[in-house]
């Protein structure tokens, strides 16, 4: 089950890097038409959020209390997102500087915390969307730390 476990968070993390590389088109695109990397919980019927191309990398810090997940913004500490999940919550990197796995007792999910950047042959482009909680989960009899190779 532990090797199960691992070979999903390896395969879900490389398919984030996928599409995370589907955004290095340069030029004139606008942060609108970048949207070829949706947040984690996008649906076919939900609005995906704004992406925004920023000037430089962002960063994010999430914490977890008693009935949720709280995700501010690292440079001013502005809360930026207050999603709820009940359980006893343990955050683990997904390893693709994105995404975080989310264990609450019975099952894994990945948050997206909304920043990631591509490079982009000598430069790099910086991107930012709203923090969100995926709607799949992986269900396991107990869970614990999530960890990359």
């Not at 982009?120 to 992986?138: F, K």
Request: net charge negative.
């Amino acid at each position: 089950m532990h090797m199960t476990r691992k070979f999903f968070l390896t395969r879900a993390g490389a398919l984030g890097a996928v599409a995370a590389l589907a955004l290095t088109a340069c030029g004139s695109q606008t942060a609108q038409n970048a949207q070829t990397s949706p947040s984690a919980s996008t649906s076919a019927s939900a609005t995906p959020a704004p992406i925004t191309e920023g000037k430089g990398a962002a960063s994010r810090v999430a914490i977890t209390y008693d009935g949720g997940v709280l995700v501010y913004d690292a440079k001013d500490m502005k809360l930026l997102a207050d999603i709820p999940k009940e359980g006893f919550l343990r955050l683990s990197d997904a390893g693709d500087n994105r995404h975080l796995v989310v264990a609450d007792g019975n099952s894994y999910t990945f948050l997206d915390t909304g920043v990631w950047s591509v490079a982009h042959g000598d430069h790099s482009h910086y991107y930012t969307t709203s923090p969100s909680l995926s709607s799949l989960s992986l269900v396991a009899d107990h869970t614990g730390h999530v960890i990359k190779d």
